[in-house]
């Protein structure tokens, strides 16, 4: 049974090729066995559950309030005239089609 998380056997096109020891092999099959899903589906949940944890972490934080507090005054904060901050914001958008 495939997950949202790892899309449809017709959706994959890309092979991952591992190396196992016997003894992880074994554990991976009577885990993915327990569970009652291909070997392959188990590898792919498992993975993508991790790398989502993983990247999570990248993208979220927890801060105290006084954590926070000061990451709002950087954030606040006017950003340093340079001369190439300058020429960036008086060139035309990309994005309104001004020219």
Same mark, same amino acid.
């Not at 090729?17 to 589906?41: F, H, M, V």
């Not at 000061?70 to 309104?96: C, G, H, M, N, Y």
């Given at each position: 049974?495939?997950?949202?998380?790892?899309?449809?056997?017709?959706?994959?096109?890309?092979?991952?090729?591992?190396?196992?020891?016997?003894?992880? *092999?074994?554990?991976?099959?009577?885990?993915?066995?327990?569970?009652?899903?291909?070997?392959?589906?188990?590898?792919?949940?498992?993975?993508?559950?991790?790398? *989502?944890?993983?990247?999570?972490?990248?993208?979220?934080?927890?801060?105290? *309030?006084?954590?926070?507090?000061?990451?709002?005054?950087? +954030?606040?904060?006017?950003?340093?005239?340079?001369?190439?901050?300058?020429?960036? +914001?008086?060139?035309?958008?990309?994005?309104?089609?001004?020219?």
């Amino acid at each position: 049974m495939a997950s949202p998380s790892t899309g449809s056997r017709s959706a994959r096109a890309a092979r991952i090729n591992l190396r196992a020891s016997t003894r992880q *092999e074994q554990l991976i099959r009577a885990a993915a066995a327990a569970s009652d899903t291909t070997l392959t589906d188990f590898i792919l949940d498992t993975a993508v559950t991790q790398a *989502e944890k993983l990247l999570a972490d990248r993208r979220y934080f927890l801060l105290d *309030e006084q954590e926070w507090d000061a990451f709002e005054r950087v +954030l606040d904060a006017p950003v340093p005239a340079t001369p190439k901050l300058d020429a960036l +914001l008086s060139a035309p958008s990309p994005f309104t089609g001004d020219e």
